[in-house]
């Protein structure tokens, strides 16, 4: 099964950016779809955004316009790129897709005011 690392996280102010990444340990061509979720500190995992191997693109309301996701097949990596944050964004951000059993450990992003 395929594995997922996710890396970029840090501590930004608000207004700032950050770009996650999400490396696979193999290829991610045939995979149609990959998925970002995250945490927020005492709250349940939530759907963040969605891309497929089309390039075709899905977001959740409250990151809309501000956060884009794009994948690169060639690398096997899936990235979230995020704009003008929030302290409300702040939380674990994972990757995955389809038909995985399995959760990585994420990767913390925090947003102060």
């Known amino acids: 099964q395929v594995q997922l690392v996710e890396s970029g996280g840090g501590l930004v102010q608000a207004g700032g950016s950050l770009r996650l990444s999400c490396a696979a340990s193999?290829?991610?061509?045939?995979?149609?779809?990959m998925f970002w979720y995250r945490q927020p500190p005492g709250k349940p995992r939530a759907f963040v955004a969605f891309?497929?191997?089309?390039?075709?693109?899905t977001y959740a309301d409250s990151v809309k316009g501000r956060f884009t996701v794009s994948r690169d097949n060639a690398k096997n990596t899936v990235y979230l790129q995020m704009d003008s944050l929030k302290p409300e964004d702040t939380a674990v951000y994972y990757c995955?897709?389809?038909?995985?059993?399995?959760w990585g450990q994420g990767t913390q992003v925090t947003v102060s005011s």
């Open positions: 995955h897709a389809p038909g995985l059993t399995s």
């Open positions: 193999g290829s991610i061509s045939a995979i149609n779809a």
């Open positions: 891309i497929t191997n089309g390039g075709g693109t």
